[in-house]
């Protein structure tokens, strides 16, 4: 039997079992003004938000992968589509759309239609530096960090018969920032993600035992 | 009970044996190749230490390495006369190998229901470091009672 294909971020996220929004978005504002009192920079709070997002993003990309079934990706661009419309929609029930693609396919950008962790939020004038949803720009970046894509061209080194050389196999480096932010007093929620390198994975065991 | 459905669409159920316990041994390894977890059940042999073994099995889920950039990994189990060895790797470097009864039928459902056992018991576990050897009691007993159930 061929194995399933990949499930769409909707049937997935009607399948899982779900928190209530308003407890949800109430905890994570929780945290945040606690980060802001003990930490008082809004840099710092800005930096472990994104902090704590990767920690969350390095284990929730196994959660992602058991739950939609996806195969890897074959290049950026396929990945970028696969966050935006299976992922947002599984973890947080957001539609979001992939859009303002660079001639490298390697920098992209997400737009989220809504966001449930900033219902109820309004910005004072002594945060006005704070990446509120930093968070999710931790999570894309650990996730990714995480996942093997694929690299053609080390696919053409010599391949010796006592080395294997993972050659298909690379680690995503990426920077995530935030474009715009509803927050600040722009109009949409913009997420730039853009590939900084991909590292080829070392295959641990080199001797020809 | 075992099922043999001839036109479902479902993998073929392994051959029942007396004791009803088809696997021999499971492991689990990371995508830098460390051995998270090895759970043994019926291992008539014993020839290599712990650390060759280990390195042995991780080059296993290396053949599936070399093919063609664009496509998925194909290997997906071998039989010999003795045991069959099935195996699946995930997008982020978990490798799953369930080592059995040569009679077995095809287990991918069972790698992809043991992943989502690792994600629930073990990665949803905050006091998990990733990339440590898994100590998690639960995680351990519900693997043994599905690959029992499975047998």
């Known amino acids: 039997m061929p194995p399933a294909g990949p499930r769409s971020g ?17 905890t994570y504002g929780a945290t945040v003004r ?20 990767y920690n969350i993003g390095i284990r929730l990309i196994d959660e992602f992968l058991a739950k939609s079934n996806v195969s890897r990706c074959v290049d950026f661009k396929e990945t970028a589509e696969v966050i935006a419309k299976v992922g947002f929609k599984m973890f947080l029930g957001i539609a979001a759309t992939v859009t303002n693609w660079d001639a490298d396919g390697t920098c992209c950008s997400i737009i989220l239609d809504d966001n449930p962790l900033v219902d109820f939020v309004e910005l004072p004038d002594t945060c006005q530096g704070l990446y509120y949803c930093n968070i999710l720009s931790g999570v894309i970046r650990g996730a990714l960090e995480m996942c093997l894509g694929r690299d053609i061209a080390p696919y053409l080194k010599i391949v010796t018969d006592t080395q294997y050389l993972a050659f298909t196999k690379v680690s995503m480096k990426t920077e995530v920032t935030w474009l715009r932010d509803v927050l600040r007093g722009d109009d949409a929620y913009e997420l730039q993600v853009k590939l900084l390198k991909q590292v080829p994975e070392e295959y641990p065991y080199k001797d020809d035992e | ?34 051995c998270l977890l090895y759970r043994e059940w019926n291992r008539p042999l014993h020839t290599l230490n712990a650390q060759q073994d280990h390195k042995l099995i991780a080059e296993r889920g290396n053949l599936g390495v070399p093919q063609l950039p664009g496509q998925g990994c194909s290997f ?61 009691d639960l995680f351990i007993t519900t693997l043994d009672q599905y690959v029992r159930s499975i047998a």
Do not use: C, W
């Open chain 2, 1 to 34: 009970m075992q099922f043999f459905g001839g036109s479902e669409i479902s993998p073929s159920p392994p051959a029942p044996t007396v004791s009803g316990n088809n696997a021999h041994m499971v492991y689990v390894f990371n995508r830098n190749g460390v």
């Open chain 2, 76 to 136: 997906h189990s071998f039989r010999t006369n003795t045991y069959k060895l099935s195996f699946m790797e995930t997008p982020s470097g978990i490798k799953i190998i369930l080592v059995t009864h040569p009679r077995t039928g095809d287990l991918r459902d069972s790698l992809k229901y043991i992943y989502n056992l690792y994600v629930d018991y073990v990665m949803k576990n905050p006091l998990y470091r990733p990339g440590s050897p898994i100590r998690s």
């Open chain 1, 10 to 26: 909707d049937a997935i996220f009607a399948s899982v079992e779900r928190v209530n929004a308003e407890l949800f978005t109430l």
């Open chain 1, 34 to 53: 606690q980060l802001l009192t003990d930490l008082e920079e809004v840099e710092e709070v800005n930096k472990q938000l994104d902090q704590m997002g």
